[in-house]
């Protein structure tokens, strides 16, 4: 009755109840009910809501375990690739190094390969001509033997001329020779640098893919930061979530247990109630029992007391109509005395004008009167007149009268005796 929100609960309530209190404990306990019902169907929302909560903090923890994984890994990744990100950065920083000198003697060789390459063509021409020359030289040597004379001195100063402009065309050949073998080391030589130049370039490109590759790398390495900075606020709010969701939990548990005790000790002071209100009931449908056959006692001894009480009434009517016809006969025959009595005061002149006036009066209210009136008014008067002359005056009245005035007295007599009883009924 407590958790009712009664505080004065007491034994009285149980084995002496008051109408008052006994009501304010029903509304009460009518009350609690009808809340609990209403706490359960919130209780059984919460608790639905506590299980579907307790699956997403489950979800969201294997989710926090996958990314805690994911997040690790990439932490390795990005561990690795910046140390990889390191050396090629230091490689690349070598290799445009390089690449820079190797541009400024790539400009200088430039230009002496255009310059050898000038020359090369140059002393290619001249070589041709040199050979163009030469054979025309020997062809003019053999057209000039045909036709010289065959002189012995003259010839050997021919050949030895021939000798001398051999040896010397020999001689410029050997130095076209060295020099053109010397333009084609040098060829060789720009070759080589050619290639090393393409390989130069080659490796630049791979640099600048490398290059493309480490901001590319950059930026998945931002992004990544920002994704693990994402993901730890996210952990940080799943992890204020679970304890917000925890505490929920606890108190809502707590509320969940203290309910059902409230709910248990409700339930049992209700079984104590109903058990009483059961017992009572059987005491009232007992009572009710008595009480209907009481009732019923009493409606059969009121039919009778009815039945009496017509049959009352009917002979009170009898009487009354009786006691009316009676009246009426006293009336007339009151009428009657008073006629004979004024005829008599007539016959004697020596009766004073107030015995007189009294008769007329008594005349006039027995004339007068109707059927509603009083019967014993006429009886006074007719008493106070006797008093007043019947024996000093000396009336005498013959046989008749005097039994007309006894019947006439006994007849008002029964008369008042009639009406008062019809007064009293």
């Avoid at 009487?319 to 009676?326: F, H, M, T």
Wanted: charged share 30%; net charge negative; proline share 1%.
């Amino acid at each position: 009755m407590t958790l009712c929100g009664v505080r004065d609960f007491n034994l009285n309530d149980v084995f002496k109840p008051e109408p008052a209190r006994l009501k304010r404990n029903l509304c009460a306990i009518i009350n609690f009910g009808k809340f609990r019902d209403e706490k359960v169907a919130m209780l059984n929302d919460l608790e639905a809501a506590v299980a579907e909560r307790m699956a997403e903090e489950q979800a969201l923890l294997a989710e926090q375990e996958r990314m805690l994984t994911e997040l690790k890994r990439l932490k390795e990744h990005r561990a690795a690739r910046e140390l990889e990100a390191a050396a090629i950065q230091a490689e690349t920083a070598a290799i445009a190094a390089k690449n820079a000198q190797l541009n400024k003697v790539h400009v200088v060789l430039s230009d002496e390969i255009r310059a050898i390459k000038a020359q090369c063509n140059a002393l290619t021409d001249q070589a041709a001509e040199a050979k163009l020359t030469l054979n025309s030289l020997d062809n003019e040597v053999e057209e000039l033997r045909d036709q010289i004379v065959q002189s012995p001195d003259r010839m050997q100063k021919a050949i030895s001329d021939l000798v001398t402009a051999a040896e010397t065309q020999r001689t410029y050949y050997a130095a076209l020779r060295s020099t053109f073998n010397d333009y084609e080391r040098k060829i060789e030589m720009i070759a080589k640098f050619e290639r090393d130049m393409q390989r130069c370039i080659k490796l630049l490109e791979d640099l600048e893919l490398v290059v493309a590759r480490k901001k590319e790398v950059s930026a998945t390495t931002k992004d990544t930061k920002e994704a693990i900075a994402r993901e730890e606020r996210q952990y940080n709010e799943l992890v204020s979530f679970h304890q917000t969701a925890r505490r929920q939990l606890a108190s809502l548990q707590e509320k969940l247990n203290r309910m059902e005790q409230q709910s248990q000790l409700k339930l049992e002071a209700a079984a104590a109630l109903v058990d009483d209100q059961i017992k009572r009931r059987e005491a009232a449908e007992a009572e009710h029992a008595a009480t209907s056959a009481r009732a019923a006692e009493q409606e059969a001894q009121i039919r009778v007391w009815r039945e009496r009480a017509e049959e009352v009434r009917a002979t009170l009517e009898a009487r009354s109509k009786a006691i009316v016809d009676k009246y009426n006969t006293l009336r007339r025959a009151v009428m009657e005395y008073c006629r004979r009595l004024e005829s008599a005061m007539s016959a004697n002149p020596e009766l004073d004008i107030d015995s007189r006036m009294m008769l007329k009066d008594s005349s006039m209210m027995g004339a007068g009167a109707g059927a509603e009136d009083e019967p014993g008014a006429h009886f006074d008067a007719l008493g106070e007149l006797m008093s007043t002359h019947g024996a000093g005056e000396g009336l005498l009245l013959d046989s008749t009268q005097a039994r007309d005035t006894s019947a006439t007295e006994r007849g008002a007599a029964l008369l008042s005796k009639g009406v008062q009883r019809l007064t009293l009924g």
